[in-house]
């Protein structure tokens, strides 16, 4: 009962930036854990950036190894929106970037740890 909607999708050139977004609806948006997958043709799902709730008010992010110094992920309550910051952009960044939550607590890296999933948006890097 979980709606995400992502947006922000673009052509960039290689060291350019771009900032996805996604609106989430349906229920409570401060206690979900959301994350960020792409996928590229003919690969699997991958995982990208995740901030998990920790209860209360608290979260903690984590990053994939080919991401972490480039890629910051985000949220604002008020506005039920996560974001993905992609800085310093390669090739190998092109795909189909997807938005996922959970309402399970804690770190969630792995797709069947999501319930929920937006349509994707495309990015595509040129070099």
């Known amino acids: 009962q979980v709606q995400l909607v992502e947006s922000g999708g673009g052509l960039v050139q290689a060291g350019g930036s771009l900032r996805l977004s996604c609106a989430a609806s349906?229920?409570?948006?401060?206690?979900?854990?959301m994350g960020w997958f792409r996928q590229a043709p003919g690969t699997q799902r991958e995982f990208v950036a995740v901030i998990s709730w920790n209860g209360g008010l608290t979260y903690s992010t984590s990053y994939a190894e080919s991401v972490k110094d480039r890629f910051s992920i985000s949220r604002d309550n008020a506005k039920n929106t996560a974001y993905l910051q992609l800085n310093s952009q390669k090739a190998e960044d092109t795909a189909v970037y997807y938005c996922?939550?959970?309402?399970?607590?804690?770190?969630?890296?792995?797709?069947?740890?999501?319930?929920?999933w937006g349509q994707g948006t495309q990015v595509t890097v040129s070099s």
């Open positions: 996922a939550a959970t309402t399970a607590r804690g770190r969630r890296i792995a797709p069947p740890d999501y319930s929920s």
């Open positions: 349906g229920r409570t948006f401060s206690t979900l854990g």
